[in-house]
Nanobody
Framework: QVQLVESGGGLAQAGGSLRLSCAAS????????MGWFRQAPGKEREFVAA????????YYADSVKGRFTISRDNAENAVYLQMNSLKPEDTAVYYC??????????????????WGQGTQVTVSS
């Protein structure tokens, strides 16, 4: 059974930092592209960041570029999202997801086969 489990969410002040983790079981992340999405109340789930396992190429939403960094640890079978210079508009539930490695586009939810349960991030002003 495949499980993706996020952790590291919580409350942060504007300008602060949080590091989200996504641990996988039943799935070898090195065989998949990985992404982070977020969903604020009343809004659609939106793309945040993604990484191709092969070559490690990364992609970011314009709203987080320069502030967030996606990374991986093959030995831990985990992927991370380092979030710096947080803003109140970053407040959302954050989800990690695993996509088919052949996916050409990683910014849309439809290419992701597996999702975590989400972790809440709240940024106060």
């Amino acid at each position: 059974q495949v499980q993706l489990v996020e952790s590291g969410g919580g409350l942060a002040q504007a300008g602060g930092s949080l590091r989200l983790s996504c641990a996988a079981s039943g799935l070898t992340l090195s065989s998949h592209a990985m992404g982070w999405f977020r969903q604020a109340p009343g809004k659609e789930r939106e793309f945040v960041a993604a990484m191709r396992w092969s070559g490690g190429r990364t992609y970011y939403a314009d709203s987080v570029k320069g502030r967030f960094t996606i990374s991986r640890d093959n030995a831990e079978n985990a992927v991370y999202l380092q979030m710096n210079s947080l803003k109140p508009e970053d407040t959302a539930v954050y989800y990690c997801a695993a996509a088919r490695p052949t996916s050409l586009v990683l910014t849309t939810t439809s290419v992701y086969d597996y999702w975590g349960q989400g972790t809440q991030v709240t940024v106060s002003s």
